[in-house]
């Protein structure tokens, strides 16, 4: 998987997005707002998502299970769950029994969740570049077209 399809899957702002039924995702973005800085960082932050693959990987998840961590992970660091929740909300939505649940949620808190406030503003340096594709010709003005080509 690359790092933009990491990305993408696991960072806590935009796991589940396609699949997450909308009142459920409404319900995050109307408090998404009000949250602190370093909690908006926290939840777009590559490290983050990195984080959670790692940990997913490490404990042989499937990519469901670990978009399933990250929403986890979001929804208690933006405040609609409480972290008391984290070993019963793993059992419950990865289908898991208590002691792996237990695994997953102490490889949580030790590895993602220091996280908050250590991740700054993303910068150009920080952001991963969107993929180049073989063959495709980028024009002075960085615009790239993308209309079909007759060869």
Do not use: C
Not at 47 to 52: P, S
Not at 84 to 96: A, F, P, V
Not at 143 to 150: F, K, M, Y
Request: proline residues 8%.
């Amino acid at each position: 998987m690359n790092r933009l399809s990491t990305y993408y899957f696991y960072a806590p702002y935009f796991a589940l997005m396609g699949d997450e039924p909308t009142e459920n995702r409404q319900y995050f973005l109307d408090k998404y707002d009000a949250l602190p800085q370093e909690i908006k960082y926290f939840l777009v932050s590559e490290e983050v998502a990195q984080e959670v693959m790692r940990i997913g990987n490490s404990l042989e998840l499937a990519r469901e299970q670990k978009e399933v961590v990250s929403v986890i992970i979001r929804n208690i660091v933006s405040g609609l769950d409480s972290p008391e929740n984290l070993r019963s909300l793993l059992t419950e939505h990865l289908g898991l029994p208590s002691e792996y649940a237990e695994n997953i949620a102490s490889e949580i808190e030790n590895r993602v969740l220091p996280l908050i406030g250590k991740i700054g503003k993303p910068t150009p340096e920080t952001i991963t570049p969107a993929p180049v594709i073989p063959g495709q010709q980028v024009n002075p003005n960085n615009i790239i077209d993308l209309r079909q080509q007759n060869k």
